[in-house]
């Protein structure tokens, strides 16, 4: 059998700087940073189409499963981007850029998300753009969205999730300093985890939300943990949580099932004064007064409440974005495509996916 050398060129391309013209820029956006596949498509700032294919395989075993999450997109980034596509109203000639999630998240569900992202380009010839996740839950709140206004610089972004806790300090469009994180667990860790504690199916924080709001937030008063500057720590309120339940069970096998709207008020009644802490410490440090919150948690009711009526009592300008573009989404990383592409800031087939990547 004759031995067949086979070569893989790759070429990678610098394309100029676009200049700003009428003509519109269209942005196809990919995350698939963890179990949901969504595709978006941008208008220069505005949404024209906003699509997520969530993954229920994972309720199961209580938690997101890599192997499974990575299989699950392999089967519907196609369809997914088909509809995006056609929800827009364009076809994939008339885009000028793909943007996709390069980090951080599971390295399988990246890798999906990345590999077709940079085939269609290569395929179409257009500009990749490799985008931050975290970045992206910050400047989703520049999203051109009738009803909802948009931060000034400098300004303070709360990143809450279920992997990420971060107070950052945002200079501009691509500066950001962290100025504040989490040590251990993130606050959607901490409250799937207490959700389980309790026997609450995957995913449990909205449910804890869900309870909260018939519950009194005082019954059960847990106490803070005490962590300096402007960092957080979640692990010990979740051992603390898990040590109060199991006494009470203890003592009464009916106590979860009798006070349950009252331990998820409780439960989300001190992560929420956790956060607001230091919140309100970073505002006075930096003496910058807006406030922007972004990531799954920020979905949370009684989060979104609080820094309603802390804007109210402390003077701030809040920001909460739409509620589509609090969880995982393809929109948001649509839109820092789109600022990069007005930098002319490409990358080439030879950019690799990340599990962990910083600001």
């Known amino acids: 059998m004759p031995f067949v050398k086979i070569t893989t060129l790759v070429f990678a391309v610098q394309i100029p700087c676009p200049k700003m013209t009428d003509k519109p820029i269209y942005i196809l956006a990919i995350e698939s940073s963890c179990d949901d596949t969504a595709a978006a498509v941008l208008k220069n700032g505005k949404v024209l189409s906003n699509i997520v294919a969530r993954q229920s395989v994972h309720e199961e075993y209580g938690g997101v499963v890599p192997e499974?999450?990575?299989?699950?997109?392999?089967?519907?980034?196609?369809?997914?981007?088909?509809?995006?596509?056609?929800?827009?109203?364009?076809?994939?000639?008339?885009?000028?850029?793909?943007?996709?999630?390069q980090g951080p998240g599971l390295m399988g569900s990246l890798l999906v998300g990345s590999s077709f992202a940079k085939s269609m380009a290569l395929a179409l010839g257009i500009p990749l753009i490799a985008v931050n996740h975290m970045q992206a839950h910050i400047l989703a709140h520049f999203i051109e969205e009738e009803g909802f206004d948009k931060p000034d610089f400098p300004f303070l972004a709360m990143t809450i999730s279920g992997g990420h806790t971060q107070i950052v300090k945002v200079n501009s469009y691509f500066d950001m300093e962290v100025i504040g994180e989490t040590t251990d667990d993130a606050v959607g860790e901490a409250f799937d985890k207490s959700a389980k504690i309790l026997g609450l199916p995957y995913p449990g924080g909205p449910l804890i939300d869900k309870y909260a709001q018939e519950g009194n937030p005082k019954a059960f008063p847990f106490t803070k943990p005490k962590v300096d500057g402007l960092n957080f720590s979640f692990s010990g309120l979740k051992t603390q949580i898990l040590y109060f339940v199991q006494k009470k069970v203890a003592e009464n096998p009916d106590f979860i099932e009798e006070n349950r709207n009252d331990i998820c008020a409780s439960i989300q009644y001190t992560i929420i004064n956790i956060l607001m802490d230091k919140l309100k410490a970073a505002v006075k440090e930096t003496g910058i007064n807006q406030v922007a919150i972004g990531g799954g948690v920020s979905a949370n009711s009684g989060i979104r409440n609080t820094l309603k009526e802390a804007e109210k009592k402390y003077g701030w300008k809040s920001f909460i974005p739409k509620f589509e573009y609090t969880t995982d989404n393809a929109a948001m990383i649509g839109i820092v495509g789109y600022h990069k592409?007005?930098?002319?800031?490409?990358?080439?087939v030879t950019v690799t996916s990340k599990a962990r990547i910083s600001l």
């Open 68 to 101: 499974l999450a990575s299989r699950a997109h392999q089967q519907n980034i196609v369809p997914v981007i088909d509809v995006a596509l056609k929800k827009a109203g364009i076809t994939r000639n008339e885009l000028n850029a793909i943007a996709f999630t």
């Open 341 to 348: 592409y007005l930098e002319g800031t490409f990358n080439d």
